[in-house]
């Protein structure tokens, strides 16, 4: 029998290639929805780079320990 998620986030936009972009499309919902409407090169830079932000708050920093 097969299940259906219907929260099952959609698969990132080409664009988000970095971990922390990857992680705050899979994570937060406001952020994807700013990356779906995103259609500029420096709004999808810019919210890169608060997803670089975001990631590093909320990830433990192993370079610190």
Do not use: C
């Amino acid at each position: 029998m097969m299940q259906t998620n219907h929260h099952a986030t959609p698969k990132a936009p080409r664009w988000i290639k970095t971990a922390a972009g990857q992680w705050a499309w899979a994570t937060n919902e406001e952020w994807r929805r700013f990356a779906d409407r995103a259609l500029s090169v420096s709004e999808r830079q810019q919210l890169l780079a608060e997803a670089e932000r975001l990631h590093s708050q909320h990830a433990p920093s192993a370079d610190h320990a």
